[in-house]
Structure formats: C-alpha cells, structure tokens
C-alpha cells in the first residue's frame, strides 16, 4: 500500500515523463527522459507545465511482455538518449537482446526552452540482457521525426522507415 502524501507534497514534487511503450515479442519496453511535468511552475505564474531537468538521467525499462508485476523490470541509463518516441523493437539472440529504433532529440534542453535550435537524429540501440550493456549507433544525421514502419514489420526487424524531414526546421512563433 502507498504511503499519503499532502497536496502541497503532490504538487510540488516534478515527475518524469514516461513518454512510450512499446513491445517487441518477448519485452515491454518503456523511456524515461529528461522531460518533467511540474504543475507548480502554472499555478504559481512561473511559466510552463512542460520542463527539461539535466540533472536526472535518461533510462529505458525493459520488462518481460507477461510480467505479473513490476519486480521483473530492469532499467538501463542512456546519457544523451531523448527519445521522444520509438519507431519499433525487436529481439535477437533469442531474446537476450532488444533493438530499438528512434529519433533522439538533441540537445534537450532546447526541447521546450527553444525549438528552432531542437535537432533529431534517428537511432539505433542495442541492450544486451545478459551483459546489462546499452550499444547505441546513429542511423542518420539528417534532422528527422514522426517517423513510423509499415505496420506488417512492427516487432519485427525492417529496413525503411517513413519520416519527416526538418532540414532546414520549421520556425516555430516565440
């Protein structure tokens, strides 16, 4: 059972934004960035629910597709990895690895503050279960997001991914 908390302690406290969930046949996998939503910061007039906090690291949580409660969830630091969302998940070596593809938005910190500076690069990221090791490779410097996969090969490992291209980025009003 959780414990109470006031309404001043629920308020106060900022969460991390746990932004997407997605499965490949073995594992839900789930990313835990640097974006906070802090209620506060609106009631008190102090600008946006939306925040970027540098001092917390972003993770990804891997728990097996028919866990029966969280005890089985292994969490892996990213340093440097924002996705924002995942294009798709698939498993190799029976399992004990989990690729994952998606658009890493970089730096962070212009992800609220400014979004003309905001960059994306479309990455590849290997988990090795066994190893407890987090191999990341960039699959393309082109500033790109919204991407998807045809849905016949979501789960499974493909090749092409449907994408928005932002070279030059839309400017966006202050």
Request: some cysteine; hydrophobic content about 40%; overall charge neutral.
């Amino acid at each position: 059972m959780g414990s109470a908390q006031t309404q001043d302690e629920v308020f106060e406290s900022s969460s991390l934004i746990r932004w997407m969930l997605i499965s490949s046949s073995k594992s839900n996998i789930f990313n835990e960035n640097q974006i906070v939503i802090n209620p506060m910061r609106i009631m008190n007039g102090g600008g946006s629910l939306v925040a970027v906090t540098t001092r917390k690291c972003p993770r990804i949580g891997i728990i097996p597709r028919y866990a029966t409660d969280e005890s089985k969830m292994w969490w892996f630091e990213t340093l440097g990895l924002n996705f924002i969302h995942f294009t798709n998940a698939w498993d190799e070596e029976d399992g004990n690895v989990i690729v994952l593809l998606g658009p890493n938005m970089l730096p962070i910190e212009h992800a609220i503050e400014d979004a003309n500076l905001m960059r994306t690069s479309m990455e590849m990221v290997k988990i090795d279960l066994r190893r407890g090791t987090v191999i990341r490779s960039p699959l393309s410097v082109m500033n790109i997001e919204f991407t998807m996969i045809n849905k016949a090969f979501v789960g499974r490992k493909n090749r092409y991914v449907y994408t928005a291209i932002g070279d030059p980025m839309p400017k966006m009003p202050a």
